[in-house]
C-alpha cells in the first residue's frame, strides 16, 4: 500500500486533482472517495468526469445514489451515503459497476464496509487543513493503484 498527500489550497486545485487522475484511469478502476460532510468529494468527482472526458454537468447522486455519464471511458458516480444498510448496494448492483468497462467513483466509500469494497482499489480521503483548504490522501491499495499514484507523482513534479 503507496500513499500520496497532496495540499489542494481551493475547490479549483480539488477539480484539476480530480482531472489529472481522471486522465490516468482506465475501464475498471475504482475511486474511494471519503470525507467530512462538505469536504470536496463531489468536486473531485467533477475533476475525475473531466479527466475521463465526460462533458455537461456533474451532479452529487445523493439521492439518486448511481449516475451514469459517457466520455471517453463511461462514469459511474455512486454516493451511499444514504443507504441504511450497505447490503443494499449489492441489490443496486454495484458490485457491477465495479467490475464493468467503466471507472467508479463511490463518495462515502467506506461505509460499504472491506468485504463489499473490491479487492484493490485507489482511496482518496480529503481533510479540512489547519488553515483552510484541503489535504487530498490518496492511498494505493493494489499494483495498480500504486502505479497510477507513480504515475501521479511524475507528472507534479519534484517535491510531490
Given at each position: 500500500m503507496t500513499f500520496v498527500r497532496i495540499w489542494l489550497k481551493d475547490e479549483m486545485a480539488t477539480r484539476e486533482?480530480?482531472?489529472v487522475l481522471g486522465g490516468l484511469l482506465e475501464p475498471g478502476d475504482v475511486v474511494i472517495l471519503t470525507g467530512e460532510l462538505g469536504a470536496g468529494k463531489t468536486t473531485l468527482?467533477?475533476?475525475?468526469?473531466?479527466?475521463l472526458e465526460v462533458k455537461g454537468r456533474i451532479t452529487s447522486p445523493s439521492f439518486t445514489l448511481i449516475q451514469e455519464y459517457e466520455g471517453r471511458?463511461?462514469?459511474f458516480h455512486v454516493?451511499?451515503?444514504?443507504?441504511?444498510d450497505p447490503e443494499a448496494a449489492l441489490e443496486l448492483g454495484l458490485d457491477e459497476?465495479?467490475?464493468?468497462?467503466?471507472?467508479?467513483?463511490v463518495e462515502w466509500g467506506r461505509l460499504l464496509g472491506e468485504?463489499?469494497?473490491p479487492p484493490e482499489y485507489l482511496e482518496v480521503s480529503l481533510e479540512y487543513?489547519?488553515?483552510g483548504g484541503r489535504y487530498a490522501v490518496l492511498t494505493g491499495r493494489g499494483a495498480r493503484y500504486v502505479r497510477i499514484l507513480e504515475e501521479l507523482k511524475k507528472l507534479a513534479g519534484p517535491g510531490a
Open positions: 486533482l480530480g482531472r468527482a467533477q475533476g475525475l468526469a473531466r479527466g471511458i463511461p462514469f454516493d451511499v451515503y444514504r443507504l441504511e459497476y465495479f467490475y464493468g468497462g467503466g471507472v467508479t467513483a468485504e463489499l469494497l487543513g489547519p488553515e
